[in-house]
């Protein structure tokens, strides 16, 4: 043999072996992302005359399943079907009666902290993240800011092989990074999903949402039957049969995450005709139904009590005929819209049935992010944006009425009383927003893995928190948990596994102590015991100061429903839970709690950044579009102007210079018909327009309107505006009153057009287009 060919074989034969080597090796998962095999250097020239080493491609373990989480939003343990309601979650239940329904599993009270916990497999605080991300400060634990050392499990599963996509809700990016100049790491994408639909914010118009395609904003559907709960359950399906299609041996994670029915309350009127009269009978009979169906089911122990309901609640039999009515009619817009979300939300779980992979996908279908909302108050909204902005009218119930055939559709923005919250979180006492009762934090959740769970239509009792998921899924998956993430050493998960609930229905619970805390609202669970304080009510405002409040104890291994207060009896227990509270706050950056509200809402009081933190003039330019009102300057409460540098064609002028959200309230100066205009809609209850007096000329012109605030610091007060064309006043008008706290949750501004909603009547968002052209626009506060 030569001598040479024999050398050059037993190189080829030394670094195959050196290769094979290196590939049996275990690949390290506790460090990602996933580093490739190291290769000896080649030293040969040609390529003929080497063999190739494989490709390094990240897979993951094994039969690892699919993973997908389904949370609905502001719904409480009474609110499905399997859990004894009178509103009809079909397709929860048919999960629950072929997986496990866990009738202790908990959040955190609200909306942004029950996600964040829910994807890092940490707690809220322990994620920055307190309350909802509009209200973050620069404490410690409430910056709203995920740190690095806290990956989420779409990163996780993302780089250990996974395809990752999110659709619908998001809510926990920073709002001052919620823009084109990001940053982008606390996105979707920048959080390890491949793909993103939905919205940022904490809701959204369910008939005109403003939404983002991955980091892109999408453009307004012009279909009139559409909704987002068809069009996100549609994109989920379309994303996981492409992804299957291409990739069958690669699993997914998908995080389904609707707006429903958290508030706008909106549906097609086909769903909420199936609920005519049913809500008839009021809320305390229909509460006394959910619970003796919950007893029957065997959700809840036979021997519980019915929690009293909070005393700012009336008796049905107290309100006028005319409450009842329109709170009827609230209740079927919300039972037809939860529907319609559990509908879509099976098409989901049909889509994956059907391409075959249904048992080997793990699914959390969690029915609420906490419990129902109270925060329409005691009669309801006709327009959310009402409450945040102190109007009675929008509360008033003769004015409601006069919505009273539209509740639910495009022209309203509604919320239901808040009698009916507490009743679909039967049998506690409390709502949403209080972490101090399980009625705020108790929600129904099933588990359905055929290929992992030999158990079908069981109900499991074990006590567990939405920071146990993440760790569920790593042990499904067959996965360590990350020490080391994009280069960060990890804070260590804080939950633990349920799997060992699986296959032992009798085994004890392994969540010992829980903390809770929402706007000084806390307590802790410990072993069978829960003490807390209802420090502040969804409703009301702040009565005692931190170290006033009065606690509460409840032995709920026994008492389920926390029906009996046993703080006077055990005054021992309750000083040792305050003790073991504080431990766990101070471990968990819950310190200092903060139980303000409306002055949170501003940047500056609540020491967040802001992008026009010190600016007093924004300088836009067009195609500059939504833009959300936390990333825009603040016209509010103020004097300010607006100068544009406009041309106009050949054609009548038409459309929208600049114009901030939309037809629930907002603003827009724009021309009709040639007419330079301004608008101001007040809460979508009063609309104030300005018209100039002249056409505005051919070619280019200088336009301006000069709003002169008349409340001094006074908030929400009205003003005058006044418009100019080339320097010429040609019209000036008085807007009675102004809104002095928000315009919208997910409405934008936006150059050249009204997107979403339009401000005006005179104009759709088709038409709002402006025709001319806008060399740039100038708002000037003064």
């Known amino acids: 043999m030569d001598k040479k060919y024999f050398v050059k074989m037993l190189i080829i034969l030394v670094v195959s072996s050196l290769t094979s080597g290196i590939l049996a090796q275990e690949v390290d998962r506790t460090e990602l992302p996933i580093k490739g095999p190291w290769y000896p250097p080649i030293k040969t020239l040609d390529a003929r005359d080497a063999e190739a080493p494989p490709v390094f491609e990240v897979k993951a373990p094994k039969d690892a399943p699919n993973v997908v989480i389904i949370l609905l939003d502001d719904i409480g343990f009474g609110g499905t079907s399997a859990t004894g309601s009178v509103l009809q979650t079909p397709h929860f239940d048919k999960l629950a009666s072929q997986g496990l329904l866990y009738n202790q599993f908990h959040t955190t009270a609200l909306c942004s902290p029950t996600r964040q916990a829910l994807k890092t497999g940490r707690n809220h605080h322990s994620a920055n993240q307190a309350k909802i991300s509009e209200v973050a400060t620069s404490f410690p634990g409430a910056t709203g800011m995920l740190p690095d050392d806290v990956a989420g499990i779409g990163t996780v599963l993302n780089h250990n092989g996974y395809s990752t996509a999110a659709f619908g809700k998001w809510h926990e990016t920073a709002v001052w990074e919620i823009s ?8 979707p994408n920048g959080q390890g999903f491949d793909e993103f639909y939905g919205f940022m914010g904490g809701e959204t118009n369910q008939w005109s949402p403003g939404l983002f395609h991955n980091q892109n904003q999408v453009e307004p559907s012009s279909d009139p039957d559409y909704h987002f709960m068809n ?8 994303w996981m049969r492409f992804q299957q299609a291409l990739t069958p041996d690669k699993p997914f994670f998908v995080y389904f995450a609707p707006g429903a029915v958290h508030a706008p309350h909106h549906v097609p009127q086909s769903y909420i005709d199936k609920y005519k009269g049913k809500f008839d009978a009021g809320w305390d009979v229909i509460r006394e139904q959910i619970f003796e169906n919950q007893k029957k089911l065997g959700v809840i122990p036979s021997d519980t009590k019915l929690a009293p309901k909070p005393a700012d609640i009336k008796d049905w039999k107290d309100l006028s005929d005319k409450e009842k009515k329109l709170f009827a009619r609230q209740a079927e817009v919300f039972a037809g819209f939860l529907d319609m979300t559990d509908h879509e939300t099976g098409r989901v779980i049909q889509a994956i049935e059907d391409m075959g992979e249904l048992d080997n996908t793990l699914i959390f279908y969690i029915a609420g992010d906490n419990g129902t909302s109270a925060e329409g108050g005691m009669g309801g ?42 009743c679909f979180d039967s049998p506690f006492t409390w709502t949403k927003q209080v972490a101090s009762n ?9 588990i359905h893995w055929p290929d992992g769970i030999r158990a079908k239509g069981e109900i499991r009792t074990q006590w567990h928190h939405v920071i146990d998921v993440v760790p569920t899924i790593l042990e499904a998956a067959n996965l360590p948990e990350p020490r080391i993430v994009n280069g ?5 998960i804080e939950g633990g596994s349920m799997v060992y609930t699986f296959d032992e229905p009798l085994s004890p619970s392994r969540h010992q102590i829980q903390y809770f805390e929402m706007f000084g609202n806390r307590g802790i669970y410990f072993d069978g015991w829960f003490a807390g304080t209802v420090h502040i009510k969804p409703w009301g405002t702040v009565e005692n100061r931190f170290p006033e409040d009065t606690w509460e104890l409840y032995h709920v291994k026994e008492d389920f429903s926390m029906s009996t207060n046993l703080a006077n009896e055990r005054p021992d227990i309750v000083a040792l839970m305050q003790k073991m509270f504080i431990g766990e706050a101070e471990k968990y950056k819950v310190l200092p709690m903060d139980d303000r509200r409306q002055e949170l809402f501003n940047p500056k009081l609540a020491g967040r950044p802001d992008l026009m933190f010190g600016r007093t003039s924004l300088t836009l330019y067009e195609g500059m579009t939504g833009m959300l009102e936390n990333d825009f300057i603040n016209t509010k409460n103020s004097s300010f102007e607006i100068v544009a540098d406009i041309e106009s064609g050949d054609k009548t002028t038409n459309g929208v210079i600049i114009s901030q959200a939309g037809r629930f309230g907002g603003w827009s100066f724009y021309v009709n018909n040639g007419t330079l205009t301004y608008m101001y809609n007040f809460v979508g209850i009063d609309q104030y327009k300005v018209t100039a007096s002249a056409k505005l000329p051919k070619g280019k012109s200088t336009v301006k309107m000069d709003f002169a605030y008349d409340g001094g610091d006074k908030p929400g007060q009205g003003g005058t505006a006044t418009l100019y064309i080339n320097g010429k006043s040609v019209g000036s008008g008085k807007i009675d009153q102004t809104q002095f706290s928000i315009f919208s949750a997910d409405e934008s501004a936006n150059v050249g057009l009204d997107s979403e909603t339009p401000v005006s009547k005179d104009y759709d968002v088709e038409s709002s287009k402006f025709n001319g052209k806008i060399d740039k626009v100038t708002i000037t506060l003064k």
């Open 438 to 446: 399980y009625g705020g934090t108790r929600n129904a959740m099933v």
């Open 488 to 492: 960060t050493p990890q804070r260590p």
């Open 381 to 422: 909204l006709y327009n959310e944006m009402t409450y945040f902005n102190g109007v009675a009218k929008g509360s008033d119930i003769d004015f409601m009425m006069e919505h009273y055939d539209d509740w639910g559709g495009p022209t309203t923005y509604p919320h239901m009383a808040a009698g009916w919250a507490v």
């Open 231 to 238: 069009d996100m359950a549609t994109k989920s399906i379309e």
């Open 180 to 187: 084109p100049s990001g940053p982008m790491t606390r996105w």
